[in-house]
């Protein structure tokens, strides 16, 4: 549970005609301020106006610190780039949703508890077939984890802890079968089914490409190419997919319901659906003569209202740490396959010229994570339209910790956000025989 915000000594004062309001400064862990509003509207009948939440604090959590200027992330406390060079994803993800690294025993019993969770139920997997077949993964993974609140009614309520275990279990063992069904649908080929003696990349993989006919073995460096992917998408405070599953969750609304919104609110591009929107553009380059400096004009130009995908972030205004241990692992893993990905060349030349660009400088738009992990999903062997499923599968103990955050914290209220009303004032109805 998040401690109780510290109130700073100072004060902010808000003059609003005649009138002097104190507002209280609080201060978080890491010495971030803000200026406390919520007593503003009972006070003096004004609010605020923060399009984008650009300046808004929704809430106070203490699962994941980011100092965006610095270019500083850590998951309770422990530097990303530590966990994810000492970590597998499971343990990142108990870290995440239960505040401490796991003892043995621990991550023994999580680990179990996950495993008996991993099958569907057959009656989810005919959902499959009503679905066209060259359905976005990302919607259909939004609608299955959604029609498990229809299977799981014993695990709804989000007020009972023992009901809100076995969600969590029943979504970290459950999504990557969801995921990699979608794509043998896709495909034509039938489900794999779980194996649950192997670990969770691995079966995930395993689920992804193995067919009944012949054995499989998952490459090694796969699996920790795609430990390390999840693990540094697993969490990143309130951005706006993490925001849905609070907003949902707010109305007590259950888990499984509040997770399938922040899927869709990944799937936009300007959110988790960069990485695939990457991809499409890399090979767009180069296609089109891989003239860099073409697109990196047309980003700058007002007039054009395409983008450099996988570049800029709300929050950091600096290289996106993230993106550079992907980088690091990009590098690292096509160097051991003794692969040269195109991608991979238009990427670093494309960041190369638009790192040194007044326009990006003066803007600190740098690499974020989307920019460079959809070369290693290629490596790995993932088609371009599962990659945001993908990010969605590391997000997911993020997405819970919030949730789980939020349903314990006694200062828990459902989010309803105010307005500033533009439209019509108040007018008289005219009947339609009267309307032109
Ligand atoms: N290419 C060109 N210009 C950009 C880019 C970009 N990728 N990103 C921001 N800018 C420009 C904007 O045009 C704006 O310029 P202006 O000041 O002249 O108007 C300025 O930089 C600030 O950009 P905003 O859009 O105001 O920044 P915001 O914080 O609202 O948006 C976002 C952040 C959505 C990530 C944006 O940078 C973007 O669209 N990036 C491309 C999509 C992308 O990679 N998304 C993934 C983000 S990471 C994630 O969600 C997992």
Redesign the pocket.
Known sequence: MPEPLKTGDDAAFLRIGDREVKLPILVGSEGETAVDISRLRSETGFITLDE?Y?NTGSVTSAITFLDGEEGVLRYRGYRIDVLAANCDFIEVSYLLIYGELPNAAQNDAFRSAIRMHTMLHEDLKLFYNGFPRDAHPMAILSSVINAMSTFYQDSLNPHDPEQVEVSIHRLLAKLPTIAAYSYKKSIGQPLIYPQNNLEYCENFLRMMFAVPSEPFESDPDFVTALNLLLIV?AD?EQ??STSTVRMVGSSDANLFASISAGICALWG???????E??VNMLERIIEDGLNVKKYVDM??D?NNN??????????YKNY?PRATIIKAACDKLLAKLQLQDPLFEVAQQLEKVATSDP??VE?K?YP????YSGVIYRAIGIPVQMFTVL?AMGRLPGWIAHWKEMQDSSTKRICRPRQVYTGSPIRDFVPIAQRR
């Open positions: 984008g650009v998408h990143h951005n706006c591009p300007l959110h988790g659906g960069a990485n929107a990457v980003a700058k007002k395409f983008r450099l995908m996988g570049f800029g972030h709300r929050v996106d326009y990006f803007r738009l974020n994570v989307d920019f990010f």
